[in-house]
């Protein structure tokens, strides 16, 4: 009988802690199913759409023209409508020179920007393979044996009225 009550109590407690996990599970799962691949090209612009989905990301309900064969760019919301996910690529030039870049961006309404970074933090604290730049805290940029070919960057950022996001950038020159 104990062990029923062990068990049943456990069972409780893990049920009531269950959303708060879920609710970290969603920016982790963005991050490493989503947006790194991405960013690294490991994955297309449609498999990234497609690993959005599997996290039950969809388009916004106000959002119902058909995806252009050529679309460079989408926006998904989760099924709770709390975060969202924009993932884009396309030419641009970056420092003088012409590059190809695939961005992830992530934002949400009920995470700060101090939230944001914290993920940050725990998932690219590890200067063997990450830097930061020491005036910028927001920011991770990957090690590369070969900076003059690509570039991965991770950056936290707020601006004033709008969600904080975070994006994961690949720079391909």
């Known amino acids: ?5 062990v068990f049943s109590l456990s069972a409780g407690l893990l049920f009531v802690a269950f959303p708060v996990t879920a609710q970290d599970a969603v920016p982790a799962g963005l991050l490493t199913e989503v947006c790194l691949p991405y960013a690294n090209r490991a994955q297309t612009f449609e498999r990234a759409i497609r690993a959005a989905r599997e996290l039950q990301f969809r388009r916004p309900v106000n959002d119902t023209a058909p995806l ?3 679309a460079s760019e989408v926006t998904m919301v989760s099924s709770d409508g709390v975060w969202r996910v924009k993932i884009e ?3 641009v030039e970056r420092e003088q020179r012409p590059a190809y870049e695939a961005s992830c961006t992530i934002s949400s309404s009920r995470a700060s920007a101090r939230e944001l970074a914290d993920l940050g933090r725990r998932a690219f604290r590890d200067p063997r393979y ?6 910028n805290a927001w920011r991770w940029d990957r090690r590369s044996a070969y900076p ?5 960057a991770v950056e936290v950022t707020e601006q004033p009225g709008e969600r904080p996001t975070m994006t994961v950038r690949g720079s391909y020159y």
């Open 68 to 70: 252009d064969e050529w």
């Open 1 to 5: 009988m104990k062990l029923v009550a």
């Open 130 to 135: 990450w830097t930061s730049p020491p005036n």
């Open 89 to 91: 690529e396309g030419s």
């Open 148 to 152: 003059d070919e690509y570039g991965l």
